[in-house]
């Protein structure tokens, strides 16, 4: 999946997104290393249901459900 692709489904606000992914760059994450972090990331984000994101970003804390 294109890097267009993979912000479309992610909730992180676009400069977030981009630090975490320059910062992995820079530090020697490979290509495939970095597409497979992302798709498990997202695999997570998308699998987590929208109560407990809820519930997790008005507390900081993630809920043991998570």
Known sequence: ???AGIEALCE???VTWDAMIDAMKDNGVSDAMLGAVCAQALATI???PVAVRDEWL???VK???A
């Open 12 to 14: 992180l606000d676009p």
């Open 46 to 48: 998308n699998a987590t």
């Open 63 to 65: 809920p043991s459900s």
């Open 1 to 3: 999946m294109g890097e």
């Open 58 to 60: 008005a507390t900081g």
